[in-house]
């Protein structure tokens, strides 16, 4: 079972990520193109994401560390391969 704060975080990294991209393919584009008010606005952009790109990267840094919600697969294996103990010990 994921951690549901984790997911969370991972898509908004994700989408944010996938915008990024984006930006700094529109700035080549633009460069390409001649276009540089174009190229100015579309690294503007890319930056701003960025910055929220990174926020979002601590966050979910942070939140594994103090939810080890990263380490629950592992842990889950690991209880998997050892023998189950007896209700009452
Ligand atoms: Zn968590």
Not at 42 to 48: D, K
Not at 83 to 89: C, F, G, I, K, R
């Amino acid at each position: 079972m994921n951690c549901a704060e984790r997911m969370k975080l991972l898509r908004a990294y994700r989408d944010v990520a996938a915008i990024y991209a984006e930006s700094v393919n529109q700035m080549v584009d633009f460069v390409e193109a001649g276009l540089e008010p174009e190229a100015q606005a579309a690294r503007r952009f890319a930056r701003s994401h960025w910055e929220t790109l990174e926020t979002l990267r601590l966050a979910l840094y942070r939140h594994e560390a103090d939810h080890c919600c990263d380490r629950t697969s592992e842990l889950a294996e690991e209880e998997m391969s050892e023998p189950a103990e007896p209700a009452q010990a």
